[in-house]
């Protein structure tokens, strides 16, 4: 038995600079952007959305633009053969999450627990 629900809504930005990125939806959300202070400040930040809804997210990249998902778990494998199981397909496997497509082309990653609530929360899904 494993649990999941959504965590974040990753905003993919192709641009340049990712600050460009962080400015537009910090002022269109009305959220302050956290940028990060680590080695990888240049490709992620996120705005801080208050603590019961999901993340927001901001990374650079070298795709198109678009939106995806992060659906967290407590078990990426068991999620992983869930989604499989149900038409999902597996695009890249890294040491700390999965990229996978929905049938309808979709792109969105499996991820560890990242809200604070994960585990003490009653809106997570149970899953045999």
Request: glycine share 2%.
């Amino acid at each position: 038995m494993h649990k999941s629900r959504l965590a974040a809504l990753v905003i993919d930005s192709k641009v340049d600079d990712i600050e460009q990125a962080n400015v537009f939806w910090e002022k269109a959300l009305g959220l302050e952007c956290v940028r990060s202070r680590e080695d990888w400040s240049s490709r992620y930040s996120h705005l801080n959305a208050p603590d019961e809804q999901p993340h927001i997210l901001i990374q650079k990249t070298t795709h198109e633009s678009r939106v995806h998902l992060d659906i967290e778990t407590d078990d990426i494998a068991a999620e992983v053969t869930r989604l499989k199981a149900i038409g999902a397909q597996v695009v890249e496997a890294f040491e700390r999450w999965v990229v996978m497509q929905a049938p309808t082309g979709h792109r969105f990653c499996v991820v560890n627990p990242q809200r604070k609530d994960f585990n003490d929360s009653n809106n997570v899904n149970t899953w045999e």
